[in-house]
């Protein structure tokens, strides 16, 4: 148990679907993150919030859409993916400040999109 | 912008030590990190180094910085079945601030064989 929580663990769309995945830190945290992991690629950060404020989105196509309404949730809105998007997606958290910047990884949802 | 890399693949004997190699770009860091990765889940701080060190020893870890060449290494000795798993470089970008922008390398998977 790493603080961090991950809703859906798996999720399976088709190319037409919108859902979401649910990212919650109990950690008291400032910074959120959405990282993608595919196979034999780097992970690629693809948003930054920052006390709820994005602060980075690193080319990120439009079908994917953000939202931190708090310190404590992220959420990342799914529309109109191609199968390409199919990889597991990472949430993570951090304190920020003068510490190590270690960051807090939740398990992952792994996203199929046929 | 800031490159890391490592090779995505290492096989070892049980008892026998591994050496997990890591190059990047960017010399500006001030912490660099070892993630590790167990199947099905999120990633794990393994352990970390400070730029101002050239070696950090945990136990079965050591961690060895070659600043001038830019080279990290991550050795576990004694190497067990249940040191199977992803193991990531990651090197911040921009320093430590309030919310880490960590760039990670593809994952070397280290298999642990009997």
């Known amino acids: 148990e790493t603080g961090v929580t991950q809703t859906p663990r798996h999720l399976v769309m088709g190319m037409t679907n919108k859902k979401s995945l649910k990212c919650e830190q109990h950690?008291?945290?400032?910074?959120m993150y959405w990282y993608k992991q595919s196979a034999k690629k780097p992970l690629e950060l693809m948003f930054v919030?920052?006390?709820?404020?994005?602060?980075e989105n690193n080319s990120v196509p439009s079908r994917f859409s953000p939202e931190c309404p708090n310190s404590s949730h992220l959420f990342l809105h799914l529309h109109t993916l191609q199968p390409e998007d199919s990889a597991l997606y990472l949430c993570a958290s951090s304190q920020g400040g003068l510490g190590t910047g270690e960051l807090f990884f939740g398990e992952g949802s792994r996203l199929t999109v046929l | 912008g800031e490159d890391v890399e490592q090779s995505l693949f290492l096989s070892v004997r049980e008892g026998d030590s591994s050496v997990i190699n890591c190059t990047y770009t960017d010399s500006s860091s001030t912490y660099l990190y070892w993630y590790k990765q167990e199947p099905g889940a999120g990633l794990q701080l393994l352990t970390y180094?400070?730029?101002?060190?050239d070696m950090k020893q945990d136990q079965r870890l050591t961690v060895l910085l070659n600043k001038k060449d830019k080279h990290l290494s991550l050795r576990i000795a004694d190497t067990q079945t249940g040191d199977s798993a992803i193991y990531f470089c990651a090197v911040p970008r921009g320093g430590t601030g309030t919310a880490s922008k960590l760039t990670f390398g593809t994952g070397t998977r280290l298999q642990v064989t009997l």
């Open positions: 180094i400070f730029s101002n060190m």
């Open positions: 950690l008291g945290h400032n910074a």
């Open positions: 919030y920052n006390f709820k404020e994005q602060t």
